[in-house]
């Protein structure tokens, strides 16, 4: 059975930093790319970031990218996301995802990827 587990969400003031983990089993870990996406209410799930299967290539939102940054760590089965300069407009809840995809990439589509968590709420309050 796969599983995705995500902690470190929680309520920061903007201009904070917080760090995410997302940690995988059921899996083969290092043939799925990792990708983290966000959900604030009345709104569609968006890609944050992605990272390809070896960890060497990331891909990040125009909004996020220079604050935000993905990592992973295929011996512990984990993907780290560490976000600083928090804004308000970050607060959703987060989502890890992996996408065992055929080519090492990073897919932006919700639908591509095959396994979820049970996400984590970010707030980031003004």
């Known amino acids: 059975q796969v599983r995705l587990v995500e902690s470190g969400g929680g309520l920061v003031q903007a201009g904070d930093s917080l760090r995410l983990s997302c940690a995988a089993s059921?899996?083969?870990?290092?043939?799925?790319?990792m990708g983290w996406f966000r959900q604030a209410p009345g709104k569609e799930r968006e890609f944050v970031t992605g990272?390809?299967?070896?960890?060497?290539?990331?891909y990040y939102a125009d909004s996020v990218k220079g604050r935000f940054a993905i990592s992973r760590d295929n011996a512990k089965n984990t993907v780290t996301l560490q976000m600083n300069s928090l804004k308000p407009e970050d607060t959703a809840v987060y989502y890890c995802?992996?996408?065992?995809?055929?080519?090492?990439?990073?897919?932006?589509?919700?639908?591509?990827?095959?396994?979820w968590g049970q996400g984590t709420q970010v707030t980031v309050s003004s």
């Open positions: 059921g899996l083969t870990f290092s043939t799925f790319a």
């Open positions: 990272i390809t299967w070896s960890g060497g290539r990331t």
């Open positions: 995802a992996a996408d065992r995809g055929l080519f090492d990439g990073v897919r932006s589509r919700a639908g591509a990827y095959d396994y």
